[in-house]
């Protein structure tokens, strides 16, 4: 028997390894064919794109928000993996009382990520293919702690436009940013994913601004438009405004260690004067 008690606090017992699964978030649908149990997904929603390969022949069973219910009932999963926010609760719950087993995710922290991709493992009897994976998640993170700088540059990271919304530090981008060495200057808001004005960045004057690739697609030329706070705000000044790969941000799994590096190295890359604050 296998017990694995998910995000939410259910408990999930399974009598041995998942064989029909069908995932409902992308990120983790990425984890399971890195694991090997690839060939167990028997169902993946309609943003569930990586591998590019791989998933071509899935069955597709909607979008992450608008699940085709009866479609994921017809594949006979053994196991549903969905997520707390990407997945609208009532589908889980009708799937539940339908009589599936669904393990809900919720991953906010570089750990919380970490236990996600061991229960993953557990559940998928993958836990010798993880390993290496989970280590090298593991290993970034020392590596990045012990080269961070002692003065954390002040990051900004938009994540929408019209209008501009931001992360607090209860998200996992807010989590990747500060184990990536940087304070994220919306880290304080009450709002999980605040609304904000370019004003508000301005007074809060940071260093580095960093523009994903998802949700919000951004792109080389809407650098300019954030040159309206003036030269008073370091990243202008410095011309440090950087597009990245929006999933190093937001996918869970085993990216995160190509993440932590990456952003580290775009962190420190130019080490704060003297005289700009510290953390």
């Known amino acids: 028997m296998i017990e694995r008690v998910d995000d939410l606090g259910e408990l999930m017992q399974l009598p041995g390894p998942a064989h029909r699964i069908v995932c409902l978030v ?10 090997g149990a690839g060939p167990g997904v028997v169902g993946i929603t309609d943003y569930c ?22 479609k994921i009932l017809s594949l006979g999963p053994d196991l549903v993996i969905a997520n707390a926010e990407e997945n609208r609760k009532h589908q889980i719950e009708t799937l539940r009382a339908a009589g599936v087993k669904v393990f809900v995710t919720f991953p906010k922290t570089v750990d919380a990520c970490l236990k996600m991709m061991r229960d993953v493992a557990a559940l998928t ?28 540059p002040a990051v900004f990271c938009p994540i929408w436009k019209n209008p501009y919304m931001s992360i607090n530090h209860d ?17 304080d808001s009450a709002d999980r994913y605040p609304q904000i004005t370019l004003a508000e960045v301005a007074r ?3 260093d580095i601004i960093i523009l994903p690739t998802e949700p919000y697609h951004f792109v080389e030329f809407e650098k300019m438009e954030f040159e309206v706070m003036g030269q008073e705000v370091p990243a202008i000044r410095n011309r440090r405004i950087h597009i990245v790969e929006g999933e190093l941000l937001s996918w869970y799994g085993p990216r995160v260690s190509r993440a932590l590096i990456t952003l580290s190295e775009l962190f420190c890359a130019e080490p704060l004067r003297s005289e700009e604050r510290k953390e």
Request: hydrophobic residues 45%.
């Open 49 to 70: 794109v990586l591998p590019l390969q791989e998933v071509q022949a899935k069955t597709k069973i909607g979008g992450t928000k608008n699940l085709a219910v009866e």
């Open 125 to 152: 009897g993958t836990e010798a293919a993880a390993a290496p994976v989970l280590h090298s998640v593991e290993q970034a993170r020392n590596d990045v702690r012990s080269s961070t700088l002692a003065s954390l």
């Open 171 to 187: 998200t996992f981008v807010g989590c990747i940013i500060r184990e990536a060495g940087a304070r994220n200057i919306f880290a």
């Open 26 to 35: 992308p990120s983790i649908t990425e984890t399971l064919f890195a694991f």
């Open 204 to 206: 809060r004057k940071p």
